[in-house]
């Protein structure tokens, strides 16, 4: 079992920038490819970033590339979403995702792909 707890999430200003961080426990995150989605009021959950087993690899959504970066430490067991030039559209409740993977590259951008979950954490951009 692996535990996930986002911190990081807070009010800012459009333009403004906050780094959200992931903390797990339970397992040593080398085996796990990690995610971040968001879900907004009223719309369902999406898929923000992910990253490999080793952070080789990243893949965004078109919605946020160029903004954010997500990165891992997995000798700290942490993950990580820096969010830079953040808009009113980002506010959502984010959340961190793992699953053991195989593939030291391999990347998942589903739900359905993901085993663990955080609790998430609120982020609202002010206009």
């Known amino acids: 079992q692996v535990q996930l707890v986002e911190s990081g999430g807070g009010l800012v200003q459009a333009g403004g920038s906050l780094r959200l961080s992931c903390a797990a426990s339970?397992?040593?995150?080398?085996?796990?490819?990690m995610g971040w989605f968001r879900q907004a009021p009223g719309k369902e959950r999406e898929f923000v970033a992910a990253?490999?087993?080793?952070?080789?690899?990243?893949y965004y959504a078109d919605s946020v590339k160029g903004r954010f970066t997500i990165s891992r430490d997995n000798a700290k067991n942490t993950a990580s979403l820096q969010m830079n030039m953040l808009k009113p559209e980002d506010t959502a409740v984010y959340y961190c995702?793992?699953?053991?993977?195989?593939?030291?590259?391999?990347?998942?951008?589903?739900?359905?792909?993901?085993?663990?979950w955080g609790q998430g954490t609120q982020v609202t951009v002010s206009s």
């Open positions: 990253i490999s087993r080793s952070g080789a690899k990243t």
């Open positions: 995702a793992a699953t053991n993977a195989y593939y030291t590259t391999s990347l998942h951008s589903r739900l359905d792909d993901y085993d663990y």
């Open positions: 339970g397992r040593t995150l080398d085996n796990y490819a």
